[in-house]
């Protein structure tokens, strides 16, 4: 079975600071997929990234950036200089090959206060 | 737009109701999916459908129905076997690979009257 875990449920920062949101994750499978998520007050997820098993170079878009480590079964997130526009819910999710179903992390509450 | 439209946007339920929340898609998607979230907590899948005809049931399908008769549209039916149904209702559709993100609609908030 799949599990992914968040272990942290709210974090509070000041804008400009540089936040990491944590992602551990469970599987058996050799060949799976890990995903973020950005949940804006709004309501609906906005796909942020996809990594495979397979590739564990780090990853930098803008002031994001994620760093998936096989040795620790971890895929952290890093806001850089974090904005008011970063507060949001942020989950972690988890596919294997042969399954067809993600398997999501229970979210990380982001507040970045001006 | 190619997107995920979710409708309606709130949603009341009276007891011993059915209620039918929509979710239609244009983005030719073959597999489509229903998560339930609680607040404070996580994701949590009701039904999911790969193709046309055919949907399986996630982990928390007591009380709530589906069809799939068209590749765009994955209506949700909360029952009134469903004792709490008060929670944010999400649809989702994804080319039917499991390397492939899911897209989300803007979800439908449901609550008891």
């Known amino acids: 079975a799949q599990k992914v875990t968040q272990a942290q449920t709210e974090i509070s920062v000041v804008e400009k600071e540089d936040v990491t949101l944590d992602c551990v994750y469970e599987?058996?499978?050799?060949?799976?997929?890990l995903f973020w998520y950005k949940q804006p007050p709004s309501g609906e997820l906005v796909f942020l990234i996809r990594r495979n098993s397979f590739d564990e170079q780090n990853e930098i878009s803008g002031r994001y950036s994620w760093n998936f480590q096989k040795s620790t079964s971890s895929f952290n997130f890093t806001i850089t200089a974090s904005q008011v526009v970063d507060s949001a819910v942020y989950f972690c999710?988890?596919?294997?090959?042969?399954?067809?179903?993600?398997?999501f992390g229970p979210g990380t509450r982001l507040s970045v206060l001006p | 737009d190619g997107g995920i439209t979710q409708s309606p946007k709130y949603l009341f339920r009276k007891e011993g109701q059915n209620v039918t929340l929509s979710c239609e898609q244009n983005?030719?998607?073959?597999?489509m999916y229903w998560y339930r979230q609680d607040p404070g907590q996580g994701l949590r899948l009701i039904y999911y459908?790969?193709?046309?005809?055919?949907?399986q049931k996630g982990d928390i399908a007591e009380g709530y129905s589906v069809s799939r008769e068209k590749k765009e549209s994955f209506p949700l039916t909360v029952t009134s076997a469903q004792k709490n149904p008060t929670a944010f209702y999400l649809c989702?559709?994804?080319?039917?690979?499991?390397?492939?993100?899911?897209?989300f609609g803007d979800g439908t908030r449901l609550s008891i009257l």
């Open positions: 459908s790969q193709i046309v005809n055919d949907f």
């Open positions: 999710a988890l596919s294997v090959r042969y399954g067809q179903n993600f398997v």
């Open positions: 983005l030719n998607h073959d597999a």
């Open positions: 989702a559709s994804s080319i039917r690979e499991s390397n492939q993100p899911q897209h």
């Open positions: 599987t058996r499978d050799t060949t799976y997929y």
